[in-house]
């Protein structure tokens, strides 16, 4: 997860424009956001813990001018949830400093944070994105060039926006794991997580940045440099599944269209007699409208969704997630008496399907038949999603029988891998899978455990 921005204009407020398309990525991290602007090489940097429209103000925004901005939605899979590791950071070196919002996570983190510190410099957070401002802070050669050498040290996942000596940065990993759009707005250029921020300020999308691909922006426009040769493309499927906004294209592929595909092919991998097809909201609703118009069985809005809490899967941990789903749903009358098809996009924890099914019946529906958009997460992630650990996955140890039960469902299906990969449109080759299949794409670390770095913290 994570949402970062950048964006150069001399003749626009770019703080502005910042805080607007970090609005449209807050789905993205809801536990800090920030903005840093340079003004004429000056930085300043705003960042705290809270939504975006909590952390800024008319007042705040207004305090920071300048002709380059980047920002970053954090949610956190390494470093604990605290302000020191809220984004963009600022990290002083011995030949420049640099303020840098990352989206991702590194495999390599260890051996790196290890080399810097016996190199005397002193990291001030937990997470593994100071990790990668600090060897570009401390590289003696040109900005760019810093950033391609970095890169060609990282393992893992990344896709950074940065700001050094008046310089817009942004980069993205070789095997292109998560997202990054460029656009633009006249002539001026922008780069976001998803397509969808670029909407929301009125920019054009012109194409993703590459796999291995540097982009800059400076005084003289936009420049570009293939930094690091494009592996096998490892772009995260979960993404499709759940993460993005679906009105954002991710790799050219709008992500309601796929998600609509989903739901089609699992009516007709799992079909199901019932009386009316209900999506778990927001992120259920397109596979259970595919559900529906594939099925013949009608569907209907029967949960209601309190928009005004956060998403129950990103919460930073299991008390939060299982206190925000009794506050998030409710169930209407629709519901009695009759055989109810539930689709959901995942079952990741189980905490929230089990908490559905239960209120369902609750609410006197007689079947609850629960269909999954996607196959059993059984694998941990360790490029950027918050589960990095196989005892938190119910049915990395169960099966398909066993986590009904655990679940409480009349019946319970997954969409099959090559479901889920033919609704993306993108080739089998172009996709990391890795939390449904174990087939990783990078060699996976040794320790995941995500506040691993905060005890040895300064």
């Known amino acids: 997860m994570c949402g970062v ?22 789905h993205r991290g809801q536990e800090s956001a920030g903005i840093a602007v340079s003004d004429r090489g000056r930085l300043t940097v705003v960042r705290d813990m809270g939504l975006v429209a909590q952390v800024f103000d008319e007042q705040q925004l207004q305090a920071l001018p300048g002709e380059v901005a980047i920002g970053h939605t954090r949610y956190s899979t390494t470093g604990a949830n605290r302000w020191a590791n809220a984004q963009p950071l600022i990290h002083h070196g011995r030949v420049r400093t640099i303020a840098l919002g990352h989206n991702g996570n590194l495999v390599n983190v260890e051996a790196l944070r290890t080399e810097l510190q016996e190199d005397g410099v002193k990291l001030m957070s937990g997470s593994d994105s100071e990790v990668i401002a600090a060897l570009i802070a401390r590289d003696p050669a040109p900005l760019t060039d810093a950033v391609a050498a970095t890169m060609a040290r990282l393992e893992g996942a990344y896709t950074v926006t940065a700001l050094a000596e008046g310089v817009l940065v942004a980069f993205r990993d070789p095997l292109g794991f998560r997202p990054l759009t460029l656009g633009r707005i006249g002539e001026d250029w922008v780069v976001a997580s998803e397509s969808c921020a670029l909407d929301l300020i009125a920019a054009d999308v012109v194409r993703d940045v590459r796999p291995g691909e540097i982009v800059w922006i400076d005084e003289e426009g936009l420049h570009n440099a293939q930094a690091a040769p494009a592996g096998k493309n490892a772009h995260c499927i979960f993404e499709h599944i759940y993460l993005a906004r679906p009105d954002s294209r991710l790799a050219g592929v709008e992500v309601h269209g796929a998600r609509v595909r989903m739901g089609e092919t699992l009516a007709r991998e799992a079909p199901a ?47 939060m997630r299982e206190q925000g789903i009794r506050m ?10 009759k055989r109810i098809v539930v689709v959901d996009d995942t079952i990741v924890r189980a905490n929230t399907t089990r908490q559905l099914v239960a209120m369902l019946l609750e609410a006197g529906a007689s079947e609850v038949h629960v269909r999954i958009s996607s196959p059993p997460v059984v694998s941990p992630c360790f490029y950027g ?26 019946s319970l299906h997954y ?4 479901g889920m990969q033919a609704a993306t449109l993108l080739p089998e080759d172009s996709v990391c899978r890795a939390c449904f299949t174990r087939d990783y794409p990078t060699r996976v670390p040794p320790r995941t455990e995500k506040l691993r770095f905060e005890t040895a913290r300064a």
């Open 5 to 26: 921005f950048g964006i150069r204009s001399e003749e626009r407020d770019v703080s502005r424009l910042a805080y607007f398309g970090l609005f449209a990525l807050q």
């Open 273 to 319: 007699e019932a009386d009316l097809v209900i999506g778990v909201p927001d992120s259920g609703t397109p596979a259970a409208i595919g559900f529906s118009k594939a099925s013949g069985i009608p569907f209907n809005e029967a949960l209601i969704k309190n928009r005004y809490v956060a998403r129950t899967f990103i919460q930073p941990d299991q008390a």
């Open 328 to 337: 998030k749903f409710n169930p209407l009358d629709e519901v009695e008496g």
């Open 385 to 410: 999603i918050d589960f990095p650990d196989e005892d938190e996955l119910p049915a990395a140890h169960r099966s398909v029988e066993e986590m009904r039960q655990l679940i409480g469902a009349t």
């Open 415 to 418: 969409l099959s891998v090559d």
